[in-house]
């Protein structure tokens, strides 16, 4: 039993001595462990030169190394290195790990250098995690990681990196996790991650990206995980997110989405979905969540002006099991949300639930909950509050026979509106109503009709029944718009009173003559149009037609011809209306013409000037021909008063690299 006793610390002291028999002994400030060496916090201004060969594991992380004029020490077998934490500068145009050939993790997190150069990485082509966390770096080289195949994780975030090209993962084929959150992207383009096939895990939340191409994710195939959440999106990238067959986790949380629309997420393999924190949100509506068969959690909680889901927004989701709905401003949620199979755990507390028949199945499904297809998790929470009063009352304790079968529809965020828009925007309206039968939704509009499906034209059209969406907006769509909610128990109603102003455009005269006036515009409403139409005609004379000029968006002048000398005209800018056929003026403007001996003086002055360029260009070209000459002249006696001379002198003016020019090869590059 002693023997084993003495082999068992025999064994680590012979493997110790064996690693650092040949080695240096270990740096000083320094400890040493089997295969590691801890320099860690320190208070190092550089990487100690004294390191053990055989080490495998170098950490030098909360110092104060600030470069690398001392090129890293020949560690052949070093696996690990940890640098993070430092004073580090910058890194160079050219490989500062040449000696670290075997390197599997490089941690340079916390450092204060700004770019990556290319070459830098050139001799790690066994790094498989490559780490450049929270930093100042703002600009990567596009054939950086060039030859590092093996690199398996990729953490660059927490830095102010803006964009990411394409170039960068040509030879990442094998990355499987790549962290870019807390950066400063703010947009996606197309095929950037095509050649990334076996990315497992993106996250590039706590960016700024407002735009998503439909190709951005394009190559994906075994994408699992994405993070989206804190940017700018503004409504979900369904195109994009379409080749992403195999993800299974999407989070979207704190973007500025307004609306889940019919569709927005149809057909994926997700698992789970997450649209949370959202101050933004205001409605989910029918089918928003559709042909998910895989998807068992949706997160839509802490979205405090949430109004609305609609009674069918989840359509063939066979397998949700949890539906967090908490902390919304929701005043009635339909059981037909919940009604399935399996039995979905649901959270409803925070909201501003209603104490009336759309409360009813609630309370009901409290007392069965052994056979209900529901469980509210944070029972003791739930609350409602009775019309008009703050007081909120424990769902609980409310008597079942109190609660009516039915009630007269309640519109959600049934105050009257004021919208202001512009000439040739568009709009939508939403229009949504909770009660007991389901309410029917139509809209009134100002001229007294109501809309339905017959009625709908270029401009005015009905989506969903609580939806009006115009476009083309004209000053004649000014006016208000009534929403209307009924059942047989009542009805309600909501005004929208509907604002279309002039756009921001304006018109000036430039020049003015006799018989011509050009005009200008300027303004930010320019490019509203694909065209404009210039309309002029005698000022004072209502009766006399417009005459009209078309003119593309791209010009922003015009000279009309032909004009009357000292005659007063009225010029405006403008757009077609197609529907009426008639023309919608955008700024105008009064010009009085220049009268006839105008004219006479721009000609008189013209005939002077034009005789004055005459005269110049005519002695210019005599000068030019004379000094030409003279030059020639005492040339060609030069050179056939002295070939030889001549012949020496060119040739000592030719470099002599030009005789033999080696070529140059690439400066910081792997290849």
């Known amino acids: ?3 084993w006793v003495a082999l068992a610390f025999l064994v680590p002291l012979i493997a110790w001595t064996e690693v650092f028999s040949s080695d240096i002994s270990c740096p000083v400030m320094c400890d040493c462990l089997i295969l590691t060496v801890n320099c860690s916090s320190r208070g190092l201004f550089s990487v100690p030169a004294e390191v053990p060969l055989k080490t495998e594991s170098l950490l030098l992380s909360e110092n104060r190394i600030t470069d690398f004029d001392n090129k ?3 560690l052949p077998r070093l696996l690990e290195l940890d640098l993070s934490i430092n004073q580090i500068k910058q890194l160079g145009r050219v490989s500062i790990f040449q000696n670290l050939t075997e390197l599997r993790l490089l941690d340079l997190s916390k450092n204060k250098f700004r770019t990556l150069f290319n070459g830098v990485f050139c001799s790690l082509h066994k790094l498989e995690t490559l780490v450049i966390a929270n930093g100042h770096l703002k600009f990567i080289d596009e054939h950086v990681f060039d030859d590092m195949s093996m690199l398996k994780h990729l953490n660059l ?7 990411m090209p394409i170039s960068w993962f040509y030879d990442l084929t094998n990355l499987e996790v790549l962290e870019l959150d807390h950066n400063e992207i703010f947009y996606l383009n197309s095929d950037t991650f095509s050649v990334v096939n076996n990315l497992l895990y993106l996250s590039l939340s706590h960016n700024r990206i407002r735009g998503i191409n439909e190709n951005a994710f394009m190559g994906l195939r075994n994408l699992k995980t994405l993070l989206l959440n804190h940017n700018h999106v503004t409504e979900v990238p369904s195109a994009a997110l379409q080749p992403l067959k195999q993800l299974k986790v999407l989070v979207l949380d704190a973007n500025p ?10 057909g994926f393999a997700v698992e789970e979905i997450s649209l949370s924190n959202t101050t933004t949100l205001q409605m989910v509506d029918r089918g928003a969540f559709r042909d998910l068969i895989n998807l068992e959690k949706v997160f839509l909680h802490n979205n405090i002006n949430l109004q609305y889901v609609d009674p069918h927004a989840f359509i063939n989701v066979p397998k949700l099991k949890i539906l967090l709905l908490h ?4 005043s009635a949620l339909s059981h037909e949300i919940v009604n399935r199979r399996p039995t979905v755990h649901l959270t409803l507390y925070g909201n501003p639930l209603l104490c009336d028949c759309n409360i009813r199945w609630i309370r009901n499904t409290l007392e069965q909950s052994d056979n209900s297809s529901v469980v509210f998790l944070d029972l003791d929470k739930l609350r409602c ?3 008009h009063k703050l007081n909120f009352f424990p769902l609980k304790s409310l008597d079942l026979a109190n609660i009516s079968a039915q009630c007269e529809p309640v519109l959600v965020d049934s105050l009257n509106e004021t919208v202001e828009t512009k000439i040739g925007e568009s709009h939508e309206f939403e229009c949504r109503a909770f009660g007991i039968p389901q309410p029917r939704i139509y809209w009134i509009l100002p001229s007294g009709a109501v809309l339905n499906e017959s009625n709908n034209g270029l401009q005015v059209q009905g989506k969903h029944p609580g939806t009006l969406a115009l ?6 769509h ?6 209307v909610a009924e059942n047989k128990v009542g009805l309600a109603s909501k005004n929208i009173a509907l604002q279309v102003e002039n756009v921001d455009i304006g018109l000036f005269p430039q020049r003015v003559s006799s018989t011509f006036v050009t005009v200008v515009w300027n303004g930010t409403a320019r490019n509203n149009f694909p065209e404009y139409d210039i309309l002029y005609r005698i000022d004072n004379q209502p009766r006399e037609k417009y005459k009209t000029v078309t003119v593309s968006y791209v010009y922003r002048s015009y000279t009309i011809n032909n004009l009357e000398p000292d005659t007063s005209y009225k010029f405006c800018i403008a757009v077609k209306d197609e529907e009426d056929g008639d023309y919608i003026q955008l700024s105008c403007t009064h010009v009085q013409t220049r009268d006839l001996s105008f004219i006479m003086q721009g000609i008189y002055t013209s005939s002077n000037v034009a005789v004055a360029v005459v005269l110049g260009i005519v002695a210019g070209l005599l000068l030019t021909v004379c000094f030409v000459s003279v030059v020639a002249k005492k040339y060609r006696q030069r050179h056939y008063e002295t070939p030889e001379k001549s012949l020496i002198s060119h040739m000592a003016h030719v470099p002599p690299e030009n005789f033999n020019s080696p070529l140059m090869s690439g400066v910081g590059s792997c290849r």
């Open 327 to 330: 902390k919304n401003n929701l």
């Open 1 to 3: 039993m002693t023997t």
């Open 471 to 476: 476009y083309h907006l004209k000053p004649k």
């Open 72 to 74: 890293m020490p020949f």
């Open 478 to 483: 000014s006016g208000v718009y009534q929403c």
């Open 257 to 266: 989405i307004t609306q889940l629309g019919t569709n927005n997420f149809n």
């Open 157 to 163: 975030k927490g830095n102010s990196i803006h964009s």
């Open 385 to 387: 509050s009775q019309h």
